[in-house]
Each structure stands twice: as C-alpha cells, then as structure tokens.
C-alpha cells in the first residue's frame, strides 16, 4: 500500500469538505510535520475550524533531518519547506501539496507529488468514492481556488465531463 508526506493544505480541504476519511484507505501510513501541525495550531487559535492531528490516529508527526538551504531562499512556507525535506529522505512516499511553486520544486526534486484533486481522483479510481464533481464543487466553496482549465481536466481524468 502507498505511504504519503502531507503539507498542510490537503490536510486542511479534505478536512473542510469531509474526506479527510480518504487518506487513510488510500494509505498505509500519513506523515505530517511538526511545521504543519504549527501552521494548524495558528489557524485554529484565529478561530479557523481546522482538524486536529489528535484526532487521527493514522497521522503520525515525522519531522526532516536536513532541509536544503536553498529552499529557505524560496517563497515558500515552512510546512511545505519541511514536508518536501522528509520527502527527500523517504521519496518512496508520495508528497501531497497543493501550491504550485512547491509542486514545481518538489517534482524538479525527484519527488512523486498528488495534490488535493489527486486524492480524490485515486479515491474514485479504488471505488472510495462514486464521483469527484461534488469534492471539487465543495473544495471551492471552501476556499480553494481552481480554474476553469484545472477544474475540465480534472473532471475530464475523472470521466466526469462534460457532464457533471
């Protein structure tokens, strides 16, 4: 079964639209950093609804022996910075990020990289779920920006377009 590193931001909108419960039949284990878990813990203290690693007993807190030092240089946050880290020292874990820069970088890495859509679009492929559409609609009404290009082509891969 896959294993998989995760950043903050799939965490945080499978959260948001419920399918957290996805990560762990997708994988046998879930790692998160002591960066993420921070980045949680801030949100959370604004006020935000944002899980609790507490609360899943699949996601364990694995921090990175080394960061390179030019990823400091990069615009990057620090849970993405730290998550693609451990990812270079376990690369036969799949890396979960959702921005774009860090997705650019950790697959110029080497780094096998899903994001957010790509769990769901695995969640269906194993029968998890019965259709993507309906995540997608939620992700976006929770925040999660899509164009319209992202939004075809991951209902396309989904056999899901054109019709909804």
Known sequence: ?????????PI??????????????LF????????????????RKKGYQVPDSKDYDWLSIQNPSHTPSEWFASDLGKGEIAAM???????????????APARRLAKAAGLQVWGTLGVLLESKKNGYIPAVAPF?????????????????????????WPHE
Request: hydrophobic fraction near 50%; glycine fraction near 6%.
């Open 136 to 160: 997608v609609n939620q992700l976006e009404d929770s925040g999660m920006w899509l164009s319209n290009e992202i939004r075809q082509r991951i209902l396309q891969l989904a056999g899901e």
């Open 28 to 43: 046998s284990k879930v790692w998160i950093t002591q960066a993420s878990i921070e980045e949680l813990d801030v949100a």
């Open 12 to 25: 945080l909108f499978l959260f948001r639209i419920g399918a957290i419960g996805l990560l762990p039949q």
């Open 85 to 99: 880290s451990l990812a270079l020292e376990w690369p036969q874990y799949i890396l979960l990020l959702d921005d």
């Open 1 to 9: 079964m896959l294993q998989a590193i995760s950043n903050t931001s």
